[in-house]
């Protein structure tokens, strides 16, 4: 017994350290790693349907925040669209790979004519980027990009270069860029004031596990292991293994 305590307290600091790790650097935009299921790294085809867009508060991990009108700042009393992002993590470089995003309307607001005049997206401090795609708005198929929703009700996006004229350098861990949307609200050309997004770091500090065995030559770990499974520590091989979920 006194065997089993040892190892249920040694498992529940390491635990609870891991916790500290994962959450103390929670990213601001929802990262995905390549290799997911479908439908969780978004494609940008102008169909909006595998991203989750509701609710608009911070529940949802997808939303970043809304596009104000007249005001420029947010808070605003008067939202005329919503941003939402995700970023996908190569797996191979462990690094961002693409940041995805996606500006939707809302009612009664409608998206104008989409052009090279009123709808871009520009990130602040790299002189000459300025994401905007051609006419008919369709047919970019990789990034950097904008496409426009089928519906007529907002756009989709994707960078993953962050140079001059959509050059490199690629998306980096941690990196904070400002980034300012403009679009056709109501017919009037609009701008957000620059907004903050930190990139995510995509090195590893949790893993999730789907499902989990506990073995040991210690029957007592092995029990402690047990009783800790549903807070996601396992032992593999005789290795402890702290299983935290993330973003």
Known sequence: MQRLTRS????????????????????????VPDGTPSGTIPVVDGNASEWQTSPLDASNKDWYG???????SVPCPNPGADIFMRVSCNVA?????????????RSPHTFGQHNAVNTWIDIGGVSGHVIVDGPPYS???????????TNGTGYEAAISKVGANNTGPGLANGQTY??????????TS??????????????????????MSAESSDGNFARAMGVLGA?????????????????
Not at 15 to 29: D, E, G, K, M, Q
Not at 66 to 72: E, L, Q, W
Not at 196 to 204: E, G, L, R, S
């Open 8 to 31: 249920l307290v040694l498992s529940m600091v390491l635990f609870t350290l891991a916790l500290y790790s994962a959450f103390a650097v929670a990213p601001n935009v929802r990262k």
């Open 93 to 105: 470089t462990l690094a961002p790979d693409t940041l995805y995003l996606l500006v939707v309307m």
């Open 139 to 149: 047919t970019n198929s990789s990034p950097n990009m904008i496409r426009d929703l």
């Open 66 to 72: 809304p596009i104000c009108v007249p005001s420029a």
């Open 231 to 247: 807070f996601g520590v396992v032992v593999l091989g005789g290795l402890l293994v702290l299983v935290v979920r993330n973003r």
């Open 190 to 211: 609009r701008g957000t004031d620059p907004r903050a997004v930190t990139m995510p770091d995509c090195h590893p500090t949790a893993v999730t596990v789907t499902s």
């Open 178 to 187: 400002n980034l300012i949307f403009n679009l056709s609200i109501d017919g």
